[in-house]
């Protein structure tokens, strides 16, 4: 256990829809990144957030976009949704930012759009 | 552009056999380098990783990994393969953002 949680586990949605993912960093992490896993794209780095900022972006939608809040809980929003959102997404938080630092990764949400 | 290659898509090893899973990367400074394993339903779990130092890396589970600026390479051994340790295997490089690879499947046989 990593220490860093994920809800819901399991997402079924319809193309169109918009969903809300959310991660709840190790205690005491600041940073917070969300990652994709898909069949074609592999696992791909999304965005970053650190104490409540965005600090770094990747390969991330338009039609999504995050936010961390003052407990330092993030949230992923994906909207109008595609077949093709269907993926696993994967949290990770770290203590700081900047610098090397191990990333420690949720459970993942997994997404399926019908 | 940072990249990372794991050319293996699938390995399988017998039981109690040597494994050796590869990992060239391509980075534009010092590389920071992980390896991650996701079990089948799993999130990633840390095996180790390398900032700087002993290029020999010890992780959890018995694993080793060793680093080869010159081939560009990390690549991770484990000296007997267990039946637990079938699934999929990921190298990474980066700072904040990582690069993942394609990630190499081990199956492991009786």
């Known amino acids: 256990d990593s220490g860093v949680t994920q809800t819901p586990k399991h997402l079924i949605t319809a193309t169109g829809q918009r969903v809300t993912l959310r991660c709840s960093p190790r205690s005491g992490d600041l940073s917070v990144y969300w990652y994709q896993q898909s069949l074609d794209q592999g696992l791909q780095f999304l965005i970053q957030?650190?104490?409540?900022?965005?600090?770094a972006k990747g390969n991330i939608l338009e039609r999504f976009s995050a936010q961390q809040f003052p407990d330092l809980h993030s949230e992923l929003n994906l909207s109008s949704l595609e077949l093709g959102d269907s993926a696993l997404y994967f949290c990770?938080?770290?203590?700081?930012?900047?610098?090397?630092?191990?990333?420690?990764f949720g459970p993942g949400t997994r997404l399926l759009v019908l | 552009a940072q990249s990372v290659t794991q050319p293996d898509i699938h390995i399988t090893v017998s039981e109690g056999a040597s494994l050796e899973l590869r990992c060239n990367y391509s980075y534009g400074a010092t590389p920071y380098l992980f390896w991650y394993v996701q079990s089948p339903g799993q999130g990633l779990q840390l095996l180790l990783k390398y900032f700087s130092g002993d290029t020999l890396v010890q992780g959890i589970k018995g694993f080793e990994a060793e680093f080869k600026r010159s081939q560009s390479s990390f690549n991770l051994r484990k000296p007997s393969v267990h039946w637990s340790d079938a699934a999929e295997y990921f190298c990474?490089?980066?700072?904040?953002?990582?690069?993942f690879g394609t990630g190499t499947r081990l199956l492991v046989s009786p």
């Open positions: 957030y650190y104490n409540g900022e965005e600090r």
């Open positions: 990474a490089v980066g700072v904040q953002k990582l690069v």
């Open positions: 990770a938080s770290s203590p700081r930012t900047g610098g090397v630092e191990t990333q420690y």
